[in-house]
């Protein structure tokens, strides 16, 4: 689930990396490196992190993972959701 507001994607060399599908594109964090040495080859450990804007490339719609891995990040303030409709009940 994305939070929503935007926030900066973070500016960690070489570990931010970005991946497109359809019309969105998803930015993933590279958390951690393992190298098999019978295989030679260096397994890569990513968590999407959130979603890149479209109206503006350097901001991104964060999920949990982004609380996760970025914590000590200043958040917005959460929207008031008082202003809800009244007339949706679930049940």
């Not at 969105?24 to 992190?49: G, L």
């Amino acid at each position: 689930m994305y939070l929503d507001f935007l926030v900066k994607i973070p500016e960690a060399a070489g570990k931010i990396t970005y991946r497109k599908r359809d019309d969105s594109c998803y930015v993933y964090y590279e958390y951690d490196r393992i190298y098999d040495p019978t295989r030679k080859f260096t397994n890569v450990k990513r968590a999407m992190i959130g979603k890149q804007s479209k109206a503006d490339h350097l901001m991104m719609q964060p999920n949990q993972n982004y609380l996760k891995f970025f914590p000590e990040v200043e958040l917005p303030e959460e929207k008031d959701r008082s202003l809800r409709s009244s007339c949706l009940r679930v049940g």
